[in-house]
Structure formats: structure tokens, C-alpha cells
Nanobody, 115 residues
Framework: QVQLVESGGGLGQPGGSLRLSCAAS????????MGWYRQAPGKQRELVAD???????DYADSVRGRVTISRDNAKNSVSLQMTSLKHEDTAVYYC?????????WGQGTQVTVSS
């Protein structure tokens, strides 16, 4: 019954924008820290952004200033607005939620930045 569903991935152009969304099931997720990791081929998994239940956000240096993470606690959802896309943003993006000592993961959504 616990699941996270991602949407919004796809093809973006350099300098363009994409918006990723993730919806988590269960009312307890309003208390969860949520965010996004990404993994590119041949690269280690990288934390992109995290947001606490109180709305405090952290960003990777590689994306700071270009992305904004936000959440809607009433809907147990988190979004990542990506702007000024770069080729190096190409990766599979995974949504997560951390609550009550557990971490839940989405299936991942592909983001490809190409001309």
C-alpha cells in the first residue's frame, strides 16, 4: 500500500525546463522528508535536492540556482522544477520519502537533456 509514483520526466533541451513530480501514498508522508536522487550511467548516485516536512530545502552544488524543490503536504507530493537544463542533468531521477525510520523509493523517471 506504500508507494511513490513519479511523473514529468522526458526529453529537455539545453537551457530549457522540466518539472518532476512525485506522489506518495499514506497520510504519514506529510511528516516525511522527501526529495530526489539521480544516477547517470557510469556515475555514482547523487542527491539532487531534499526538503523536510517543515519546508527546509537542500540542493546539490551542481544544481543549486537552477532547480527548486517544493512540496504539498496535503497531497503527500513533492516536485522538482528544473530550469537552465544542462547535458549533465541527464540521469534517472528517483523520488524518495523518509519517515518513521524507513526510506521509500519510486521507480525512477528518465530525464534526457539533448539538442
Amino acid at each position: 500500500q506504500v508507494q511513490l509514483v513519479e511523473s514529468g520526466g522526458g526529453l529537455g533541451q539545453p537551457g530549457g525546463s522540466l518539472r518532476l513530480s512525485c506522489a506518495a501514498s499514506g497520510s504519514i508522508f506529510r511528516l516525511a522528508a522527501m526529495g530526489w536522487y539521480r544516477q547517470a550511467p557510469g556515475k555514482q548516485r547523487e542527491l539532487v535536492a531534499d526538503i523536510t516536512s517543515g519546508g527546509s530545502a537542500d540542493y546539490a552544488d551542481s544544481v543549486r540556482g537552477r532547480v527548486t524543490i517544493s512540496r504539498d503536504n496535503a497531497k503527500n507530493s513533492v516536485s522538482l522544477q528544473m530550469t537552465s537544463l544542462k547535458h549533465e542533468d541527464t540521469a534517472v531521477y528517483y523520488c524518495y520519502a523518509r519517515v518513521a525510520g524507513n526510506v521509500y523509493w519510486g521507480q525512477g523517471t528518465q530525464v534526457t537533456v539533448s539538442s
